[in-house]
């Protein structure tokens, strides 16, 4: 059975950084591009980035040089480093199998200012 797990979210400092995992199972995970999406309180779902199976990453303008997308083939797991985070990147963060459509349950990110 498919399911993709997020992990790494948390509670943190308007500047700080968290680091997001999200690991696959049951999906050949080497032939699917890879996304995160995110979701704020009242706003709709927005992809933040995704990855291609070759590692071409590409992400939202709003986003670039904050947020840094890679995958681990190795470990089918799927990664997101937020740096320099703000209050309005409080969401939950969802990655994506894109090739199957799979969605995993998602994780809180809350940045305090």
């Known amino acids: 059975q498919a399911r993709l797990v997020e992990s790494g979210g948390g509670l943190v400092q308007a500047g700080g950084s968290l680091r997001l995992s999200c690991a696959a199972s049951g999906i050949v995970f080497s032939v699917s591009t890879m996304d995160w999406y995110r979701q704020a309180p009242g706003k709709q779902r927005e992809l933040v980035a995704s990855?291609?199976?070759?590692?071409?990453?590409n992400y939202a303008d709003s986003l670039k040089g904050r947020f840094t997308i890679s995958r681990d083939n190795a470990k089918n797991t799927v990664y997101l480093q937020m740096n320099s985070l703000k209050p309005e990147d409080t969401a939950v963060y969802y990655c994506?199998?894109?090739?199957?459509?799979?969605w995993g349950q998602g994780t809180q990110v809350t940045v305090s200012a």
């Open positions: 994506r199998a894109e090739f199957y459509g799979y």
């Open positions: 990855i291609t199976n070759t590692g071409r990453a």
